[in-house]
């Protein structure tokens, strides 16, 4: 059952009604550009203003959540083309800000996914947000529709069901013919599922449509402009906002970015995978080398990979694994882990998503050069390497029941599934991919196999569903405000060139690059969060060709001020912790991105 304003509210947490500031007229035509200046941009379409406009605006009856927060439900339309038909309901989180004399409005969140929750980013807000922020803005997450708080999207009528269709999916990626057959086999099933059972919502959880809600949203809070931040995915939500709603701007930016035409796949590129579209693997790959080139060039004392070549480590133990799995026994509990060839390349993906992760991927490296070779080591470092990597085999084990496939309901693959099979197009048949994602490794080794699957489930002939209102372009709107695209250098999961490519496109932005490492810019050093705080309270852009680095730079000791790694807590933590007090140390923010590999070796 959907979690309900009633049902929350009866866990003895009283109503709050917003005073909100005051609403600009639906479909009001822009004077100003959010900070002043004159408007000049493009108009909202009148068919997708008639849609938004038509649904009154929520009152948001917020009541007391988490300590530090305030939450609410609303419920909003399944379709806009029916403001008055079936509704789905929608959760909202929101942390004030510290200043309301001097508050700006609100500032709406999402760290990505697809399929992340914008409630939980914005009740981690004071581990992350800078000071200027927590104090100028109310942080306002939402959960997607099909996400998280919000009203749950169910592909399968029961865990059991589910669990039987998911039966292919427990590897990384498949590498062997017999695990591909059973990879095919369980994408098809699952998209069949979510074609039938999963709806109608699974017709109703295109990007257009949480942008839609995140518009009627902000009228709801009182502001008369958006104010947004995403990242990852989160940044073709805040390029389909700009573009759908170009005269309602105050200020987008998009860290991490995705190239909105590369992930819906137009004219003949529908029929390609979108990773081919994407090149996420690409960017893996170039950031992968040049850790490896920078291992070489700082030592064996700095590297344990340099006494040799380091990219020939790592394409030794990548071929021990493709022949033969290696299992590895605990030897304080006696379990055992069998760790794949997918398993390697899914760990050294996570590694890196972090700044930190190049330490994770020659330290797992050695230890496997040890462990598929133990003539080559002696007994004490055969023992330790065997005791790093069952400890962080049980630690992956850990967090991955944590969030199995078992009871209750986990829809997480479905939330993903459910927003990118609908939003974009795919090849036709699951029974290509293996073809196709060979290809993509040819061209980006490792990772090109592992972020080709990802999207299996979204063959066209066994993903029926679709969103009739679905937004497929165009992304050359000018908005009313510049739009901040800021884009890493070495970024795993969006490549480089989408920051690139999506400035191209938008007339009214600025390109923000970042030679950091790890996924998206914020946080990682003072230059690009400074950048973008900047943009959000004051509306002054960096200088055209602006270059961050980051703090963390691979085998050199951390600038002074590096924030740590991720905020990964849940909700419940964070409600248990105080918040780091003004001056204090931030973190990286949560970012999520569709992480495919989930093997013996991944700790995310």
């Given at each position: 059952?959907?979690?309900?304003?009633?049902?929350?509210?009866?866990?003895?947490?009283?109503?709050?009604?917003?005073?909100?500031?005051?609403?600009?007229?639906?479909?009001?035509?822009?004077?100003?550009?959010?900070?002043?200046?004159?408007?000049?941009?493009?108009?909202?379409?009148?068919?997708?203003?008639?849609?938004?406009?038509?649904?009154?605006?929520?009152?948001?009856?917020?009541?007391?959540?988490?300590?530090?927060?305030?939450?609410?439900?609303?419920?909003?339309?399944?379709?806009?083309?029916?403001?008055?038909?079936?509704?789905?309901?929608?959760?909202?989180?929101?942390?004030?800000?510290?200043?309301?004399?001097?508050?700006?409005?609100?500032?709406?969140?999402?760290?990505?996914?697809?399929?992340?929750?914008?409630?939980?980013?914005?009740?981690?807000?004071?581990?992350?947000?800078?000071?200027?922020?927590?104090?100028?803005?109310?942080?306002?997450?939402?959960?997607?529709?099909?996400?998280?708080?919000?009203?749950?999207?169910?592909?399968?009528?029961?865990?059991?069901?589910?669990?039987?269709?998911?039966?292919?999916?427990?590897?990384?990626?498949?590498?062997?013919?017999?695990?591909?057959?059973?990879?095919?086999?369980?994408?098809?099933?699952?998209?069949?599922?979510?074609?039938?059972?999963?709806?109608?919502?699974?017709?109703?959880?295109?990007?257009?449509?949480?942008?839609?809600?995140?518009?009627?949203?902000?009228?709801?809070?009182?502001?008369?402009?958006?104010?947004?931040?995403?990242?990852?995915?989160?940044?073709?939500?805040?390029?389909?906002?700009?573009?759908?709603?170009?005269?309602?701007?105050?200020?987008?930016?998009?860290?991490?970015?995705?190239?909105?035409?590369?992930?819906?796949?137009?004219?003949?590129?529908?029929?390609?995978?979108?990773?081919?579209?994407?090149?996420?693997?690409?960017?893996?790959?170039?950031?992968?080398?040049?850790?490896?080139?920078?291992?070489?060039?700082?030592?064996?004392?700095?590297?344990?990979?340099?006494?040799?070549?380091?990219?020939?480590?790592?394409?030794?133990?990548?071929?021990?694994?493709?022949?033969?799995?290696?299992?590895?026994?605990?030897?304080?509990?006696?379990?055992?882990?069998?760790?794949?060839?997918?398993?390697?390349?899914?760990?050294?993906?996570?590694?890196?998503?972090?700044?930190?992760?190049?330490?994770?991927?020659?330290?797992?490296?050695?230890?496997?050069?040890?462990?598929?070779?133990?003539?080559?080591?002696?007994?004490?470092?055969?023992?330790?390497?065997?005791?790093?990597?069952?400890?962080?085999?049980?630690?992956?084990?850990?967090?991955?029941?944590?969030?199995?496939?078992?009871?209750?309901?986990?829809?997480?693959?479905?939330?993903?599934?459910?927003?990118?099979?609908?939003?974009?197009?795919?090849?036709?048949?699951?029974?290509?991919?293996?073809?196709?994602?060979?290809?993509?490794?040819?061209?980006?080794?490792?990772?090109?196999?592992?972020?080709?699957?990802?999207?299996s489930p979204c063959a066209r002939n066994t993903w029926t569903v679709r969103d009739s209102d679905?937004?497929?372009?165009?992304?050359?709107?000018?908005?009313?405000?510049?739009?901040?695209?800021?884009?890493?250098?070495?970024?795993?999961?969006?490549?480089?060139?989408?920051?690139?490519?999506?400035?191209?496109?938008?007339?009214?932005?600025?390109?923000?690059?970042?030679?950091?490492?790890?996924?998206?810019?914020?946080?990682?050093?003072?230059?690009?969060?400074?950048?973008?705080?900047?943009?959000?309270?004051?509306?002054?852009?960096?200088?055209?060709?602006?270059?961050?680095?980051?703090d963390v730079q691979p085998f050199a000791e951390p600038a002074a001020g590096a924030a740590g790694?991720?905020v990964t807590v849940t909700k419940d933590d964070l409600a248990r912790r105080a918040a780091p007090?003004?001056?204090?140390?931030?973190?990286?923010?949560?970012?999520?991105?569709?992480?495919?590999?989930?093997?013996?070796?991944?700790?995310?």
């Amino acid at each position: 059952m959907p979690r309900t304003t009633r049902s929350l509210a009866a866990a003895g947490i009283a109503g709050i009604v917003l005073a909100g500031t005051a609403v600009a007229p639906a479909g009001a035509a822009p004077t100003t550009a959010g900070f002043g200046r004159p408007a000049t941009s493009d108009r909202t379409d009148p068919v997708e203003a008639r849609r938004v406009d038509s649904v009154p605006t929520p009152k948001l009856d917020w009541y007391a959540c988490y300590g530090t927060a305030e939450c609410a439900t609303v419920q909003l339309p399944l379709d806009y083309d029916k403001p008055k038909g079936a509704t789905t309901e929608v959760a909202v989180l929101r942390v004030k800000a510290r200043d309301q004399k001097n508050r700006i409005g609100s500032l709406f969140v999402n760290p990505g996914g697809p399929g992340g929750s914008g409630t939980d980013l914005a009740l981690a807000a004071p581990y992350f947000l800078g000071d200027d922020l927590l104090d100028r803005f109310d942080i306002v997450g939402v959960d997607p529709r099909g996400v998280a708080a919000s009203e749950n999207v169910r592909c399968f009528p029961s865990v059991k069901e589910q669990t039987k269709a998911y039966a292919g999916l427990n590897v990384a990626f498949p590498w062997t013919k017999a695990e591909e057959q059973a990879y095919v086999a369980s994408s098809k099933a699952i998209g069949k599922a979510c074609s039938s059972t999963g709806k109608p919502l699974t017709g109703a959880m295109s990007t257009a449509e949480v942008a839609r809600d995140m518009e009627v949203l902000r009228r709801a809070v009182g502001d008369q402009k958006l104010s947004y931040l995403g990242f990852s995915y989160g940044t073709a939500l805040g390029q389909y906002y700009a573009n759908m709603f170009p005269d309602r701007v105050r200020a987008v930016v998009v860290d991490g970015v995705l190239n909105p035409n590369a992930w819906v796949g137009q004219g003949k590129a529908r029929n390609q995978l979108q990773e081919t579209r994407l090149a996420s693997a690409d960017g893996a790959y170039a950031a992968l080398r040049e850790i490896l080139k920078r291992c070489a060039s700082a030592g064996p004392q700095a590297c344990p990979l340099a006494t040799g070549d380091p990219v020939a480590a790592v394409e030794t133990v990548a071929k021990r694994l493709r022949k033969k799995p290696l299992v590895i026994e605990d030897p304080d509990t006696g379990e055992t882990y069998p760790v794949s060839y997918a398993d390697y390349v899914g760990a050294m993906l996570s590694g890196l998503y972090s700044p930190y992760g190049y330490s994770d991927i020659v330290g797992i490296t050695a230890d496997l050069l040890v462990l598929t070779d133990p003539a080559t080591a002696t007994a004490a470092r055969r023992a330790q390497a065997r005791t790093a990597l069952a400890h962080r085999a049980a630690t992956a084990a850990t967090q991955q029941a944590r969030r199995g496939y078992d009871f209750p309901y986990n829809n997480s693959l479905e939330t993903f599934l459910g927003v990118d099979c609908t939003d974009a197009y795919h090849p036709k048949d699951a029974g290509s991919w293996p073809a196709l994602a060979a290809k993509e490794d040819a061209r980006a080794p490792y990772f090109g196999r592992l972020w080709a699957w990802a999207t299996s489930p979204c063959a066209r002939n066994t993903w029926t569903v679709r969103d009739s209102d679905a937004y497929t372009g165009s992304f050359d709107k000018r908005t009313s405000a510049p739009v901040l695209v800021v884009g890493n250098y070495w970024d795993p999961a969006t490549n480089y060139q989408g920051a690139v490519t999506s400035a191209a496109l938008l007339p009214n932005s600025r390109l923000l690059s970042s030679d950091n490492w790890g996924h998206t810019a914020y946080g990682t050093s003072a230059c690009a969060t400074g950048a973008i705080e900047a943009y959000l309270i004051k509306g002054t852009l960096p200088a055209k060709g602006k270059v961050c680095v980051g703090d963390v730079q691979p085998f050199a000791e951390p600038a002074a001020g590096a924030a740590g790694d991720r905020v990964t807590v849940t909700k419940d933590d964070l409600a248990r912790r105080a918040a780091p007090a003004r001056g204090e140390q931030k973190r990286l923010p949560p970012v999520v991105a569709p992480l495919p590999a989930v093997g013996t070796l991944t700790v995310r």
